[in-house]
């Protein structure tokens, strides 16, 4: 490694005796050696550091390697193979009666005006045992987010979410929406949607993961599929499989339509 | 070489080595840019364009070379890394070769540079704060011209060029020849990407 020329100081004095410049000379040899002995020490410290850190790396990977992107079976027990249930968020009793899809765009300004005129009833109606809500999360917006893909980070945190604080997703879901930034910007940063979580009761060791998209595969092979099955945007809403073609903005026409459903 | 009264030595081994990292820190540099630039005029062209370095969500050069960030003066940063690269190649060939730049030319090489160091840690904290992915290019410009730094930035002290109070740059000198520069580097970029696998895990493989 490199071995620094002697900066030739300015006030070195001009004309030393020879004695004293021999003296000088020794004390010179001194302190190379000891800035030598000193030099290989820290080469040493930075050695071994690098060796920890790399043993630190390899096994801090080992240890958070998931595997193959999970698709999400463990929350939607006891739902029945079709089409598309290998990619949505199911929520509530899986033996309801009715059954409703619902497929958004955590950037889509239309469901989010969705989710403010239907959410609390579609709630209600996940309490009271009524239905079962699947939502499928898509990232086909991540074009309007300039190169940000909130959607995709968005329905990662989602989807983290759902697995690991399943009572709190309804009401993450609300505050993604409440706080849905602009299309054409970058949407929220990470931070600014682990810190919504939390606001909705969901802890930080959950928050914590949503950098490391866990879900992002899931999420873009989900969107796929979704579109692979005939969807065509969002929010689209189907009723027991079939699609709901009354006004998605306001509470009463699907409330209505749910019903019929339910008594059928 | 050793010889404290020989002040004006054509490059002595140590001085060899610096100016070899630079070398080769600058020129890696440059290719990232170069790969970069051309990203860039491929994804004005066609925003749909797939980039090979478009791995996973978390690595995606095309997720951040679409971002704001991205061309923060109008024109895609990486253009800035090519016409500043050239320069900083020219001088290590240079000073390989022998030659000694004047203390103002060394000066105001540190001064530029020293701005292009901070916009390259600013790029890489968007990166990953705000744009939420990494690209493996932007990676290779952030630790190649922290090397430009680190070796620039050695030299200038290690021939007093910065205009440092002289106790100050004494002691410069004296942590230079402890190899504390090397420490601090070495730790720094250890940290790095200490924190890129903490934060990103398994992401990065994935």
Redesign the interface.
Same mark, same amino acid.
């Given at each position: 490694m490199p071995k620094q020329p002697k900066p030739s100081p300015d006030n070195q004095p001009s004309t030393p005796t020879t004695r004293s410049r021999r003296e000088e000379l020794a004390a010179q040899h001194a302190r190379d050696a000891r800035d030598r002995l000193i030099r290989r020490r820290v080469g040493l410290a930075l050695a071994v550091t690098a060796i920890a850190v790399l043993v630190f790396a390899g096994i801090w990977i080992a240890a958070t390697a998931p595997g193959r992107p999970a698709p999400t079976t463990a929350t939607t027990p006891g739902a029945t193979a079709t089409g598309t249930d290998t990619w949505t968020i199911g929520v509530g009793r899986p033996d309801a009666p009715v059954r409703v899809d619902v497929y958004q765009d955590f950037m889509c300004p239309y469901c989010a005006r969705f989710e403010r005129a239907n959410g609390p009833a579609l709630e209600e109606l996940v309490n009271a045992g009524t239905i079962r809500l699947e939502i499928h999360p898509m990232s086909f917006l991540d074009r309007a987010s300039q190169g940000a893909r909130y959607s995709t980070r968005a329905a990662n945190a989602f989807i983290t979410v759902a697995q690991a604080d399943p009572d709190r997703v309804l009401a993450f879901n609300k505050a993604l929406y409440d706080n849905q930034p602009a299309e054409g910007t970058p949407g929220l940063s990470d931070a600014q949607i682990a810190t919504l979580a939390q606001a909705a009761g969901i802890s930080r060791s959950v928050t914590d993961s949503f950098p490391q998209l866990r879900h992002a595969q899931w999420v873009t092979e989900g969107t796929q599929a979704d579109f692979d099955s005939g969807i065509q945007g969002t929010p689209t809403v189907l009723i027991d499989g079939k699609p709901f073609t009354g006004d998605l903005l306001t509470a009463s026409a699907l409330q209505a339509a749910i019903r019929a459903a339910a008594n059928d | 070489?050793?010889d404290?009264?020989m002040?004006e030595?054509r490059p002595?081994? =140590?001085?060899s080595? +610096?100016f070899a990292t630079m070398l080769a820190s600058a020129f890696l540099s440059l290719i990232a840019s170069f790969v970069l630039s051309v990203d860039a005029v491929a994804l004005a062209a066609n925003p749909n364009t797939a980039l090979s370095c478009n791995i *996973?969500?978390?690595i995606?050069c095309?997720?951040?070379?679409?971002?704001?960030q991205?061309s923060v003066f109008g024109f895609p940063n990486a253009f800035l890394g090519l016409i500043a690269e050239p320069v900083v190649i020219t001088i290590a060939v240079a000073s390989l070769a022998g030659v000694r730049f004047p203390r103002g030319f060394m000066l105001a090489a540190q001064t530029v540079y020293t701005l292009g160091f901070a916009f390259a840690y600013w790029l890489f904290y968007e990166a990953v704060? *705000? !744009? =939420?992915?990494l690209c493996p290019w932007c990676l290779l410009v952030t630790v190649s011209t922290t090397g430009v730094f680190a070796s620039l930035t #050695?030299h200038n002290i @290690?021939h *007093?060029n910065l205009h440092l109070p002289p106790r100050l740059n @004494?002691r410069l000198?004296?942590g &230079? #020849?402890? =190899? &504390?520069d #090397? +420490?601090i580097v070495? &730790?720094w970029l +250890?940290a790095l990407?200490?924190f890129l696998? !903490? #934060?990103?895990?398994?992401? &990065? !493989? @994935?």
């Open positions: - | 070489m050793t404290p009264a002040s030595p002595g081994h =140590g001085e080595w +610096l *996973n969500a978390t995606s095309g997720t951040v070379a679409t971002s704001w991205a704060f *705000n !744009i =939420g992915a #050695r @290690a *007093n @004494a000198q004296t &230079l #020849r402890w =190899g &504390l #090397r +420490l070495g &730790l +250890l990407a200490a696998v !903490i #934060r990103y895990g398994n992401a &990065l !493989i @994935a």
